[in-house]
């Protein structure tokens, strides 16, 4: 059985940084492309990251220059840093894998307001 369990998430000012973990059980990550989705109340899931297992990378214009997507296989967890943070980043976000018909998390809320 697939697990994905995001963590990282909390209440941070404008400007500032969190770094959300998406650990994987039950999958081997080395092989797969993975990507990180946000959705915020009332508005579409929407792509933020997505990175390739070998380690290619696209972001949303919205995030370009500010967000940025790892993995470390060894730990099978994929990380997503945010830097920057403005309020329209609020928003739950979620790890995937093998999209949208594949494997979620929970999702790990990120707010963002002084």
């Known amino acids: 059985q697939v697990q994905l369990v995001e963590s990282g998430g909390g209440l941070v000012q404008p400007g500032g940084s969190l770094r959300l973990s998406c650990a994987a059980s039950?999958?081997?990550?080395?092989?797969?492309?993975m990507a990180w989705y946000r959705q915020a109340p009332g508005k579409q899931r929407e792509l933020v990251a997505h990175?390739?297992?070998?380690?290619?990378?696209n972001y949303a214009d919205s995030v370009k220059g500010r967000f940025s997507i790892s993995r470390d296989n060894a730990k099978n967890t994929v990380y997503l840093q945010m830097n920057s943070l403005k309020p329209e980043d609020t928003a739950v976000y979620l790890c995937?894998?093998?999209?949208?018909?594949?494997?979620w998390g929970q999702g790990t809320q990120v707010t963002v307001s002084s």
């Open positions: 039950g999958i081997a990550l080395r092989m797969k492309d």
């Open positions: 995937n894998q093998g999209g949208v018909a594949g494997n």
């Open positions: 990175i390739t297992w070998t380690g290619n990378t």
